[in-house]
């Protein structure tokens, strides 16, 4: 059983930075890709961010293309999200996902068998 854990939400101001981190218990000999999904208060699950298994395909919601970067170190088995040039709008839990093998599209929710309990991000002034 794959369990993901994250960390590094909190409150920052609009245009700061924060990175989130996403702790993989075990890959278990599988190639998994993983993503992060974001769910503000009152709206559904939204796509921020997928990466493939070796890390050199990444794909971005258009609301965030440009100032966030999803990263992943396999062999600490850790997930990455930069968040650049926050704004309000992006205060959300923010969670992790992973998947074994390739489904057909990544920006789906459902497509995702692993998640983590998610971590808070609130841009604030």
């Known amino acids: 059983q794959v369990q993901l854990v994250e960390s590094g939400g909190g409150l920052v101001q609009p245009g700061d930075a924060l990175r989130l981190s996403c702790a993989v218990s075990?890959?278990?000999?599988?190639?998994?890709?993983e993503a992060w999904f974001r769910q503000a208060p009152g709206k559904d699950r939204e796509f921020v961010a997928a990466i493939g298994w070796t890390g050199s395909s990444t794909y971005y919601a258009g609301s965030v293309k440009g100032r966030f970067t999803i990263s992943r170190d396999n062999a600490k088995n850790t997930l990455y999200l930069q968040m650049n040039s926050l704004k309000p709008e992006d205060t959300a839990v923010y969670y992790c996902?992973?998947?074994?093998?390739?489904?057909?599209?990544?920006?789906?929710?459902?497509?995702?068998?692993?998640w983590g309990q998610g971590t808070q991000v609130t841009v604030s002034s």
């Open positions: 996902a992973a998947v074994a093998g390739s489904p057909r599209s990544l920006n789906v929710s459902a497509a995702y068998s692993y």
């Open positions: 075990q890959h278990t000999g599988k190639i998994y890709n």
